[in-house]
């Protein structure tokens, strides 16, 4: 049987709020290798961290509807890189060090957006652009 779900906005917005809350004083961290195959699966040393971005301790704006889109001062800020390389993958662990998901990176059109997706040790970087959608259907 095939699925027809729909999920309301309040459902949604609950949803996605509940969500935000675990990304409060938690770290993205952005790599330049590939992304493993889900949220679930662990990070390897084949995988590299350019940068770590600490989040603040309100790190999303309540949702609107089924989105969640990074409090200003939570993210979008500049950060120095560790290391160099092309940024492909992010990558946040909440506060206790849990996996809570991870998602592509370029310069637009990405699950994270930045200035450049060129990194370079010690340079900064900026977060142009960080929400996430809840499909509705």
Do not use: C, K
């Not at 917005?13 to 938690?26: D, E, G, H, K």
């Not at 971005?53 to 999303?60: D, E, L, R």
């Amino acid at each position: 049987m095939p699925s027809n779900l729909f999920i309301s906005n309040v459902a949604a917005s609950t949803m996605m709020n509940s969500l935000a809350a675990q990304f409060n004083s938690a770290n993205m961290q952005i790599y330049a290798s590939t992304q493993p195959a889900d949220g679930n699966t662990n990070t390897s040393g084949s995988n590299y961290i350019l940068a770590t971005v600490p989040f603040s301790t309100v790190a999303f704006a309540s949702a609107t509807s089924n989105v969640i889109t990074a409090a200003t001062t939570a993210v979008l800020s500049t950060t120095a890189a560790v290391s160099s390389g092309i940024a492909v993958f992010y990558r946040v662990n909440n506060s206790s060090g849990v996996a809570i998901h991870d998602g592509a990176v370029s310069t637009a059109g990405a699950d994270l957006n930045l200035n450049t997706n060129n990194i370079a040790q010690g340079a900064s970087f900026t977060i142009t652009a960080y929400s996430i959608t809840l499909p509705e259907h």
